[in-house]
């Protein structure tokens, strides 16, 4: 396809284009192949969108998901997070199907296009569903089967051989809009030595990892009571924070890090010299009352933070845009600092920065870069006046302003209207498998 968005307000976040006012996009198969400021050359185009009243800026990447929990949204909240794994999740968990994450996957697919995601990276199970769901909606994901080894080395094998083949399978599938990383749950789920395993496997293999870390103090005091030593110091014996690819003289290989709630000086420290990637979860963080991640002060030592909403379960949507605002506010009440997390810098964390480690050829609007973006409906009485595009978008815009999306220079939304998925095809086979899964936990419930 052939695309002209013309008429445009643009956010490019490229740093040596900014903002332009009135302008157009070219966009050439999968590719942007020009960006400027007033009306374009005529050309055979296949589409012209008219984006009058309308931004136009990079989707927003969500980097830290469990899409097929998407079906557990609601069920069982306010609890805390160790309960709340060991006595609901894990248990209705045991319980899924593969048509269950199909299902759920699809609808989070689904639900994340209406609020302007072009991109996530996910870590569950039954990952081929999730895969094909990727496959079906057009949307970009980053894709990790979340093994959990929980010290026991029979275990951790027939976990390892699960993450591995995902990665085989599905690495660089759909033109490129599924990736992979090898997925160990957490350090206080998984031992060292099979951490370090999965690094290796990790580095042969060319792919990234993506990892829970220090998101409550219960894992903190844990983890200094087995081992003396936090999560990152514990990790860092094995070399695991800096994975590279065969060859390589530095850390080449996305590490994503979620949550990282508890971290100290030095393990800012550790982070930012080996080139860690921090997935912050405010919501998820804030409803499970984890804490409150060291966000500031990880961007003042140079580590990259991106975003992500974390499963359903703990959020409980996987709306971006509350997570833009919740991020900010939660800084500037934490350091008492009303100019901590400004607003642009919250958007470089949901844009610009979660595309280093899902396509680096996303996340920024410049020619030769993948079309994978968004336009903002600003035709709204909350998009009156702007001041500052950032201000808008962090504080006053939501994700139901989003009108039109494209990702890999295909249409999936267009003025509000989904047209890749049949939208209640997905809606009610996500809530019919939802009332079975749950019924079939009752069920095993009683008979226990
Ligand atoms: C991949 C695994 O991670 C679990 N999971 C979901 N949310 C969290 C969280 N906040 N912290 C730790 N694990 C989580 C999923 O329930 C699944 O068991
Ligand atoms: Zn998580």
Same mark, same amino acid.
């Given at each position: 396809?052939?695309?002209?968005?013309?008429?445009?307000?643009?956010?490019?976040?490229?740093?040596?284009?900014?903002?332009?006012?009135?302008?157009?996009?070219?966009?050439?198969?999968?590719?942007?192949?020009?960006?400027?400021?007033? @009306?374009?050359? #005529?050309?055979?185009?296949?589409?012209?969108?008219?984006?009058?009243?309308?931004?136009?800026?990079?989707?927003?990447?969500?980097?830290?998901?469990?899409?097929?929990?998407?079906?557990?949204?609601?069920?069982?909240?306010?609890?805390?997070?160790?309960?709340?794994?060991?006595?609901?999740?894990?248990?209705?968990?045991?319980?899924?199907?593969?048509?269950?994450?199909?299902?759920?996957?699809?609808?989070?697919?689904?639900?994340?296009?209406?609020?302007?995601?072009?991109?996530?990276?996910?870590?569950?199970?039954?990952?081929?569903?999730?895969?094909?769901?990727?496959?079906?909606?057009?949307?970009?994901?980053?894709?990790?089967?979340?093994?959990?080894?929980?010290?026991?080395?029979?275990?951790?094998?027939?976990?390892?051989?699960?993450?591995?083949?995902?990665?085989?399978?599905?690495?660089?599938?759909?033109?490129?809009?599924?990736?992979?990383?090898?997925?160990?749950?957490?350090?206080?789920?998984?031992?060292k030595e099979f951490i370090a395993k999965v690094k290796k +496997?990790?580095?042969?293999?060319?792919?990234?990892?993506?990892?829970?870390?220090?998101?409550?103090?219960?894992?903190?005091?844990?983890?200094?009571?087995?081992?003396?030593?936090?999560?990152?110091?514990?990790?860092?014996?094995?070399?695991?924070?800096?994975?590279?690819?065969?060859?390589?003289?530095?850390?080449?290989?996305?590490?994503? +890090?979620?949550?990282? !709630?508890?971290?100290?000086?030095?393990?800012?420290?550790?982070?930012a010299e080996k080139g860690v990637t921090v997935s912050h979860?405010?919501?998820?963080?804030?409803?499970?009352?984890?804490?409150?991640?060291?966000?500031?002060?990880?961007?003042?030592?140079?580590?990259?933070? @991106?975003?992500?909403?974390?499963?359903?379960?703990?959020?409980?949507?996987?709306?971006?845009?509350?997570?833009?605002? @919740?991020?900010?506010?939660?800084?500037?009440?934490?350091?008492?600092?009303?100019?901590?997390?400004?607003?642009?810098?919250?958007?470089?964390?949901?844009?610009?920065?979660?595309?280093?480690?899902?396509?680096?050829?996303?996340?920024?609007?410049?020619?030769?870069?993948? +079309?994978d973006l968004i336009l903002i409906d600003l035709k709204k009485?909350?998009?009156?006046?702007?001041?500052?595009?950032? #201000?808008?978008?962090?504080?006053?815009?939501?994700?139901?302003? !989003?009108?039109?999306?494209?990702?890999?220079?295909?249409?999936?939304?267009?003025?509000?209207?989904?047209?890749?998925?049949?939208?209640?095809?997905?809606?009610?086979?996500?809530?019919?498998?939802?009332?079975?899964?749950?019924?079939? !936990?009752?069920?095993?419930?009683?008979?226990?």
């Amino acid at each position: 396809m052939f695309i002209l968005i013309k008429n445009a307000r643009i956010l490019t976040l490229d740093d040596s284009c900014g903002e332009i006012q009135n302008g157009y996009i070219v966009i050439d198969n999968e590719f942007i192949s020009k960006i400027g400021a007033g @009306t374009p050359i #005529s050309g055979n185009y296949d589409k012209i969108i008219d984006a009058a009243g309308s931004l136009v800026m990079p989707g927003l990447s969500n980097t830290h998901t469990h899409l097929g929990m998407t079906l557990l949204r609601g069920y069982a909240d306010d609890m805390i997070l160790k309960d709340w794994l060991e006595k609901e999740i894990w248990p209705a968990e045991a319980e899924l199907t593969a048509e269950d994450v199909y299902w759920g996957s699809l609808l989070g697919c689904l639900e994340m296009i209406r609020f302007g995601t072009t991109a996530f990276c996910d870590m569950y199970f039954f990952m081929d569903e999730t895969a094909k769901a990727v496959e079906k909606s057009g949307i970009r994901g980053c894709l990790s089967y979340g093994m959990i080894e929980l010290f026991d080395e029979e275990r951790g094998n027939a976990e390892f051989i699960k993450g591995e083949r995902l990665v085989r399978e599905w690495q660089g599938k759909a033109n490129g809009r599924i990736t992979t990383m090898y997925g160990p749950h957490a350090p206080n789920t998984c031992s060292k030595e099979f951490i370090a395993k999965v690094k290796k +496997a990790a580095e042969r293999d060319g792919v990234g990892v993506h990892i829970h870390v220090l998101e409550t103090e219960d894992e903190l005091n844990t983890m200094k009571k087995n081992y003396g030593v936090c999560s990152v110091h514990h990790l860092d014996s094995v070399g695991f924070w800096d994975t590279r690819l065969p060859g390589s003289d530095k850390s080449s290989l996305p590490i994503l +890090a979620a949550h990282s !709630v508890w971290m100290s000086e030095g393990d800012i420290k550790i982070f930012a010299e080996k080139g860690v990637t921090v997935s912050h979860n405010p919501i998820s963080n804030m409803k499970l009352a984890s804490g409150i991640a060291p966000i500031q002060k990880m961007i003042q030592a140079g580590v990259l933070v @991106t975003l992500g909403t974390d499963g359903c379960a703990s959020n409980n949507n996987l709306n971006m845009f509350e997570e833009m605002k @919740t991020a900010a506010l939660l800084q500037k009440l934490d350091t008492k600092d009303p100019t901590a997390l400004p607003a642009k810098t919250v958007v470089e964390m949901a844009t610009k920065n979660g595309a280093q480690v899902i396509d680096k050829k996303t996340g920024v609007l410049k020619p030769g870069n993948k +079309a994978d973006l968004i336009l903002i409906d600003l035709k709204k009485a909350n998009a009156i006046p702007i001041f500052d595009i950032y #201000s808008h978008l962090v504080y006053s815009a939501s994700g139901s302003d !989003v009108k039109t999306m494209i990702v890999d220079g295909k249409i999936l939304m267009e003025d509000y209207k989904i047209l890749v998925l049949d939208e209640y095809e997905v809606m009610k086979n996500a809530h019919e498998c939802a009332q079975n899964l749950v019924k079939r !936990v009752k069920d095993k419930n009683k008979m226990l």
